[in-house]
């Protein structure tokens, strides 16, 4: 049974491997399940076996891609945090190092954003950014109330702002062919821009 069970977990792993790979070269709307299965070097019934479709197969990538600092943010906007722009400086040039390092992490942000014509995929594409944003203005939103945000920008423009930074870095750092430190030139611009959200010192 122990056996069994760690040929099910390799060759689940083997298929999401494959997809990302398949994912990243054809985009999603273009790639078949059974491209993902030759990949894999399973059969198509292996792969209906451990997702359901190819919008499965997306979240499962999304879920081992996920970066911790993600569920730091949403615990802390739910529970609390005595520094909540400081927290989200952090977990930003976090995910910069860790993004210019990890090439799993890149290819699956190549794939998401990448032009899908699949309905639902676009629909949860859109439940994924819209729960990022909503995690961020919360958290945006304890650093007004302790009285440690500027009021020139709202907690919602502000959460839009960071992510439209983030994924600009991203996105350009990628295009551009790695021509630059993303963590170095990213972090540094991070901090000017974390610098315009917080109110003085007093």
Not at 28 to 36: D, R, W, Y
Not at 64 to 77: D, Y
Not at 88 to 107: M, P
Not at 157 to 183: P, Q, V, Y
């Amino acid at each position: 049974m122990r056996r069994s069970k760690e040929d099910a977990e390799h060759t689940r792993t083997a298929i999401l491997d494959a997809a990302e790979l398949v994912f990243c070269d054809l985009g999603v709307s273009a790639a078949t399940l059974e491209a993902i299965a030759r990949k894999a070097g399973v059969t198509r019934g292996a792969v209906y076996w451990h997702f359901k479709n190819k919008l499965d197969l997306l979240r499962a990538l999304h879920i081992r891609s996920e970066p911790p600092q993600k569920m730091l943010i949403r615990k802390a906007a739910q529970e609390g945090h005595s520094d909540p722009l400081g927290l989200l400086e952090q977990a930003a040039e976090e995910v910069l190092l860790s993004f210019e390092q990890d090439a799993q992490q890149q290819r699956l942000f190549i794939i998401l954003n990448a032009h899908m014509s699949d309905a639902e995929a676009l629909a949860w594409m859109q439940e994924v950014n819209n729960d990022m944003f909503e995690t961020l203005s919360a958290l945006i939103r304890l650093s007004a109330e302790q009285g440690k945000l500027l009021t020139d920008f709202t907690p919602d423009e502000i959460a839009g702002i960071l992510m439209a930074t983030m994924n600009g870095l991203l996105s350009e750092w990628l295009r551009s062919g790695r021509c630059f430190s993303l963590s170095d030139l990213g972090n540094r611009f991070l901090r000017k821009q974390m610098a315009l959200f917080r109110a003085p010192v007093t």
